[in-house]
Structure formats: C-alpha cells, structure tokens
C-alpha cells in the first residue's frame, strides 16, 4: 500500500509533543514491513539550518483559500529510507513558534489546501492519506468536496488519528465560507458544526473513513461525556469504525545499553543501573546512596498529568518517606513553583529541574527505581512507555493508554509490570507510592517484577502490523 502520513511535528525535524515522536517512528516501521510511506509537514522556520540545508526542490503550487491566492513550495528529504515532504510558506510558517497566532484557521487551511494540490501533481498517488490530529483534519473533508471529481483522488481513503482530544481546532464558522469555499450544508452535525462554531476534528470524524486513536481504553473513554470533550456523541456514532492501537517506542534509540546519553550502560542489570543513580544523585548535589529509591517525574507539568494530586501530599511524602524525587520538566507556573518550594524544604530529597533536555530525560529515566505518572487522562503516554525500557518501574493511574501498558504487579501470581490506582484522588495515589516503596526494599519481590519489565516492552512493529489492518480496511 501507498500511505501518506499528514501531520504538523516530526521528529527529528521539529517537535512539541507525541505526535512527533509517532510521525517519526511509526513510517519507519510501516516501511519494513514492506509499506511504501512518506510524510508531509509545514516547513517552519523553527526547523534547524542542518535539515533545511538538505531539502531538495520538487514542486511550486497555487493554493487558493477563498478570494486568495497562495504560493506553496514544496521541499523534500529522503530521511531513513522514508520521503518527507515539506510545505513551504514564509507568511504562514516562518515564526518563531509551531502554533498560538491568531491566524491559526488560515494557516492550517493552507496547509491541507496545499498538501491536496501537492497529491495531485506527484508522479505517486497514496491509496491512504492518514491524517493526524486537528491540523489535518480537513483533508478527509476536502476529499469529499472540493475534491471528490478529481479522478486522482477517486479512490482514495482516509484514516484520521486522535492523538489528544482536548486540542480540536474550533474556529469561527466564517471560516468554513471565507477560507474553506464550503457552504451551510457543512455547518451541520454532519459537518463541522460545533455550537456555533466550527470543528476541523468534527469534520474528520465525519468524513474519515476510518479513525483510530492511540490505545484501546481511549477510544472507549472518550465515547463517555467525563473524557468526550464534548464530542463523545460523534464518537459513539462512528464507533463502528474505531479502534484504538498504543504507540510504540524506537526500541533502538531508547536502548540503554546504546544510549550515549548515559554515563554507565546497561541491559537487565540492577546493579549496573544503580551506578547511574548514583553519577546522578552526584550530579544533581542529592546525597550519594545506593538504597534510597528514586522517583522521577519527566514531564509536561500541566494540569492534565495529574500534578493537583501530587500538590496535595508532596510535603507529606517528603517528610515521611526516605525518598529522592527528581523533576525534570517545565509547564504551569505554579507546579514549577510548587516543585521548587519542595526543592527549597527538602533539598536532601528533591531535586527540581524546570528545563527540558533529551539528554538529561534519558540520564533520569536511568537512574530511576521508580517513574510516576498519575494523570488525569492520558491518550497513550510515552514516559511509561520510555521508563518501562530503562528499567524504572512506573506508577501510574489507570486512565488511556497508561492503563493498556501497565499492569499491576501482584505478588502473589507473579504478574503484573508496575504500580496502579484508579480513583483520580491523591491520597489514592499515595497509598500506591508507598506500597511500592515497601516491594523496592523486599529484593525478593523486586526482582521479578523488573523480570516482567524487561518482558513488556513496546517497539513499533506490533502497533504498525495494526495500522497495516485499518488501512486495508479502509480500502475495503
């Protein structure tokens, strides 16, 4: 099959979040299993000289957005083995940030405006175009409208991914007339009507011909009203055509026993693993111990990862536990605040660093007995995912993608790769912290759950043996 994937981050070429870390791995692994996949992204000026530099010219298009005519070059690298196309317009991508102007509608129109046009004149047509969260989210509409004569895309079809529902792309509904040339009959609930308003991922959920998202507990929470975001309705109506499949991780670049990052490499073994916990604890001016376990959080710090519970009882964990717990991450500014209050009053048991490095990520999910991840939703997650390859038992609670990836461990069967709660309640998952505690100081109980991790771990080619059945099916 031909597949082209649209989506506005890639790794390595620009990311803010998961989805490019999936657009980076997720073609790859198609690609071995004998899948012919490219990719298409906007052409930001964020993108380093060094990518940029590679780019060879292909095409020059004309893009129209209602009365407007636009220029989009397009630009490509063959990267891995994968093409990847780039859209280029200095008007629209030529800013310092990926996304948050006010033009963002316009922008993004242009893009599927302009990633349509580049199909049309590519010697290679995809059989599926699969689009990734709201800022593709037109194209399955296109396909049905503006589109839908052209022989080029007459048997074409759509798989859209939701990668996180809370982000839709809700615009003005003069949009839909002004930039989009579409008229009432889409300002319906079979269209992209959203309480006055406009919905680009409405309007892919109604037209795509298939639509994943990134586990199989997401998809069936957010068909109820707590997690629908208001769109649980649409999403129960298309349930027949749903699926959810967890991402996977790059098994070779998350490889502790490869990672450069890392002061001292490992596979399976403890002991090694503890030499970076202690190089880190001497980085980071925490008391050099092998037997305190070490927590680490390395994420976003925003409301949604769950950091209100942990705002709750950090002073009380802190003052109890022989513990060290070390932040890695930037956000909200009153976590950022609340961390470094902790850091402040428990300099020997917190270490908190608001920043964000690939480097340091990778050193603290290697130094770490335990990684803690209690959110409040969590489409699929990719820290436990990381923590799980370097060996640091996640605690989690079971929401999304956190609960298809982590099971809790039971002593008594021998099952189970980690530490769960399932109420959204901070002393819930207190109680979960230190029931870990107390299995990290039985070595007897410990090493067989590592045993497990080193079990469950989640590279790509088992989620893209999935996505290979969604597109035949939506070729069907």
């Not at 959810?244 to 998350?254: A, M």
């Not at 999910?365 to 640091?392: K, T």
């Amino acid at each position: 099959m031909k597949i082209l994937m649209v989506g506005s981050e890639c790794t390595p070429f620009i990311k803010t979040g998961g989805l490019a870390d999936v657009l980076g791995s997720l073609p790859q692994a198609l690609q071995e299993q004998e899948e012919d996949v490219r990719i298409v992204l906007p052409k930001y000026q964020e993108i380093s000289d060094e990518w940029k530099a590679q780019m060879k010219p292909l095409l020059e298009l004309n893009v129209t957005l209602g009365w407007r005519n636009q220029y989009a070059g397009v630009e490509y690298i063959e990267h891995n083995g994968v093409t990847v196309y780039f859209i280029d317009n200095e008007y629209y991508f030529k800013r310092s940030n990926l996304y948050g102007y006010g033009d963002e509608a316009e922008r993004f129109v242009f893009f599927n405006r302009a990633v349509m046009e580049m199909v049309k004149e590519l010697d290679w047509t995809p059989d599926v175009i699969h689009c990734h969260d709201w800022q593709s989210g037109l194209i399955p509409v296109f396909l049905h409208t503006h589109y839908k004569e052209d022989l080029v895309f007459e048997n074409m079809k759509t798989v859209f991914t939701i990668h996180n529902l809370k982000y839709q792309g809700v615009f003005s509904d003069a949009v839909l007339y002004d930039l989009m040339e579409l008229d009432e009959r889409l300002m319906s609930s079979e269209g992209l009507e959203f309480f006055g308003d406009i919905n680009f991922m409405k309007g892919a959920l109604n037209f795509a011909d298939r639509i994943t998202t990134v586990s199989e507990t997401y998809a069936k929470e957010i068909q109820t009203p707590y997690y629908g975001e208001n769109l649980d309705g649409v999403l129960r109506s298309k349930s027949d055509r749903m699926i959810g499949i967890v991402n996977g991780i790059n098994i070779k670049d998350y490889d502790p026993m490869k990672d450069e990052a890392l002061a001292f490499p490992y596979r399976s073994s403890l002991t090694k693993k503890c030499h970076n916990k202690l190089w880190l604890q001497k980085e980071l001016g925490l008391p050099v111990r092998s037997d305190v376990p070490m927590i680490s959080i390395v994420s976003r710090l925003v409301e949604q990862k769950g950091f209100d519970l942990i705002a709750r009882v950090i002073d009380e964990l802190l003052d109890t536990e022989d513990i060290q717990l070390v932040v890695l991450g930037t956000g909200d500014y009153d976590y950022e605040q609340m961390f470094q209050w902790a850091q402040s009053k428990y300099p020997t048991k917190m270490s908190a660093n608001i920043l964000f490095s690939e480097s340091f990520s990778r050193q603290v999910y290697a130094a770490s007995d335990m990684f803690l991840m209690p959110s409040r939703f969590e489409p699929c997650g990719i820290g436990q995912l990381i923590a799980l390859r370097y060996l640091a038992v996640p605690i989690v609670r079971e929401t999304g993608g956190l609960a298809d990836t982590v099971q809790p461990y039971n002593e008594q069967t021998g099952e189970g790769n980690g530490f769960t709660f399932a109420n959204y309640n901070a002393h819930d998952m207190l109680f979960t912290i230190r029931r870990a505690l107390e299995f990290y100081q039985d070595k007897e109980l410990w090493k067989p759950l590592i045993k497990n991790i080193t079990k469950s771990q989640f590279p790509w080619k088992y989620s893209a043996r999935r996505y290979r059945e969604v597109y035949a099916q939506a070729m069907e």
